[in-house]
């Protein structure tokens, strides 16, 4: 099992910037794939970005191309999401999630979860 601490988030202006973090314990961190994903009111849980345990794979979905950023720091147990350009429609709970193993193939990989942390774009 895999404990995960998410934090970074708050309140920021469209166009602002934001970076998570999101410390790991209780497994090798450079065993798992690990991800972000978010939820905003109303809305379903979605994929945000996810990154290989080498951070060679990175996946993001369309709407955050070029404007985010998912790193990993092995060496810490911290991965990060890095958030640039953000626009209101980016505002929900973020959660960073561990995978089962190394690699991602989609949501269904993960299996562990943070508290989420809340990130409001103001217009």
């Known amino acids: 099992q895999v404990q995960l601490v998410e934090s970074g988030g708050g309140l920021v202006q469209a166009g602002g910037s934001l970076k998570l973090s999101c410390a790991a314990s209780?497994?090798?961190?450079?065993?798992?794939?690990m991800g972000w994903f978010r939820q905003a009111p109303g809305k379903e849980r979605e994929s945000v970005a996810y990154?290989?345990?080498?951070?060679?794979?990175?996946y993001y979905i369309d709407s955050v191309k070029g404007r985010f950023t998912i790193s990993r720091d092995n060496a810490k147990n911290t991965v990060y999401l890095q958030m640039n350009s953000l626009k209101p429609q980016d505002t929900a709970v973020y959660y960073c999630?561990?995978?089962?193993?190394?690699?991602?193939?989609?949501?269904?990989?993960?299996?562990?979860w943070g508290q989420g942390t809340q990130v409001t774009v103001s217009s």
């Open positions: 209780g497994r090798t961190f450079s065993n798992y794939a």
């Open positions: 990154i290989s345990w080498s951070g060679g794979n990175t």
């Open positions: 999630a561990a995978a089962k193993g190394r690699y991602y193939r989609g949501p269904s990989d993960f299996d562990s």
